[in-house]
Nanobody
Framework: QVQLEESGGGLVQAGGSLRLSCAAS????????VGWFRQAPGKAREFVAG????????NYGDSIKGRFTISRHNRRDTVYLQMNNLKPEDAAVYYC????????????????WGRGTQVTVSS
């Protein structure tokens, strides 16, 4: 069982930055693929970025490439999502999720989820 807790959301102006954190408890992220998803009102949940804990390979969704960076801190069992040059269309609830296995952008294939953190971007 992996419990996840997100933090770092908030209100930011367009062009600004935020860093989201996803911390694991109960067990570590070892052998996990950890993804960030987002969901805006009335829209489907979208894959944003993910990182393979063992090895550190990363994957990004097309809409955020070049603006967001995912990273990990091994000792803290924490995954970060650095979001730069935020746009109003980035506003959503951001969720951290984990699965044992390889990268996949299908949210139904993730077993563990955090409660989400709200990101609001003003224009």
């Amino acid at each position: 069982q992996v419990q996840l807790e997100e933090s770092g959301g908030g209100l930011v102006q367009a062009g600004g930055s935020l860093r989201l954190s996803c911390a694991a408890s109960e067990r570590t992220f070892t052998n996990c693929f950890v993804g960030w998803f987002r969901q805006a009102p009335g829209k489907a949940r979208e894959f944003v970025a993910g990182i393979r804990w063992n090895g550190g390979s990363v994957n990004y969704g097309d809409s955020i490439k070049g603006r967001f960076t995912i990273s990990r801190h091994n000792r803290r069992d924490t995954v970060y999502l650095q979001m730069n040059n935020l746009k109003p269309e980035d506003a959503a609830v951001y969720y951290c999720a984990a699965r044992f296995g390889a990268y996949i952008d299908d949210d139904s294939r993730y077993d563990y989820w955090g409660r989400g953190t709200q990101v609001t971007v003003s224009s």
